[in-house]
Every structure is written in C-alpha cells, then in structure tokens.
C-alpha cells in the first residue's frame, strides 16, 4: 500500500433524521410447512426482515432459499414441505395496516408519518394488480397508490 502525503481522506457516516441507522436483531425461530403448505409468519417487533438462513433442517424434503423458504417486507415464509430452524436478521419496529385507493386513475397519497421501511399488500381491494413501483411506491413517511390500485397494506416503520 502506498501512502502520500498530499492526500487525505476523512470518511464521516452520519445518520440524518429519525430511524435513518438501524441495527440488525437476529433471532432463531422455527417454521414449518405442514403437508407441504404455504406458511407465512410476521416476525414480531420488525419492519423489515433483511436476511434468513437455514440453520437446521427438520425435515427429508431440501430447504431450498427462495424456493421452498424466504422472506418480504416483515415476513417469513415456508412451503413445499419445508421445516427447519432459521436465523432471521431484521430491522426493529413495528407493522400496521394502512388503507390506500387510487380512483380514476389518480395518484393518492396515504401519509403514515413515520418513516416506511417497507410495505407489501395484504388485501386487495381493486380489480387492477398493486404492484410495487407500478402501481404504488414508498416516498420517505408516504405511501402513494396509483393506476387504480386500491388495497390494504402492512406498512413497516
């Protein structure tokens, strides 16, 4: 490594605004998929679950990332016979429900004021698909629905 002495280089990190640096809790938890069904769990006290990994499997059937096991928003989920025992690291906070409905092809905007650390659908209540960043985007403490996408969403701050 070569140094100079005409060079300098300070590197600041810096945090700016509420819930700007998050610190990663990890917990072990088990799921399974009974009868090879679908099962979801919302990982208590997080907003956003960031990774999940096999620790142990409980099972002859292959645990297989992001097909048979995985995660989205504030959830943990497993299928097609998948049991086992997973470490999951995700952001703290909470999860609430928010109601949002773009009509007549109008952009709404659903003000949760905290900071959104993730959202996902959990009802639908249009005939038009509610697609992430199609047809509603997370903006700071905002969520807005747009090409008629009306639904109920699990926000996460």
Not at 18 to 24: A, E, M, N, Q, R
Not at 25 to 30: D, G, K, P, Y
Request: proline share 4%.
């Amino acid at each position: 490594m070569i140094f100079s002495p005409k060079c300098l280089a300070i590197v600041l990190i810096c945090c700016v605004g509420l819930g700007s640096c998050w610190h990663p809790r990890c917990q072990q938890l088990s799921l399974h998929s009974i009868r090879s069904r679908y099962r979801e769990l919302t990982v208590s006290r997080s907003a956003k679950v960031i990774s999940m990994s096999l620790v142990r499997s409980y099972t002859r059937q292959p645990c297989t990332r992001y097909f048979t096991y995985g995660f989205y928003g504030p959830y943990a989920w497993v299928n097609r016979g998948c049991r086992g025992l997973f470490r999951i690291c995700s952001i703290p906070g909470a999860t609430r429900l928010i109601t949002c409905s773009s009509r007549n092809n109008r952009v709404a905007t659903c003000n949760v004021r905290e900071r959104i650390l993730s959202a996902t659908v959990k009802y639908h209540l249009s005939r038009n698909p509610c697609v992430l960043n199609y047809s509603y985007r997370v903006v700071g403490t905002k969520l807005q629905v747009y090409n008629n996408c009306r639904a109920t969403f699990t926000v996460g701050c």
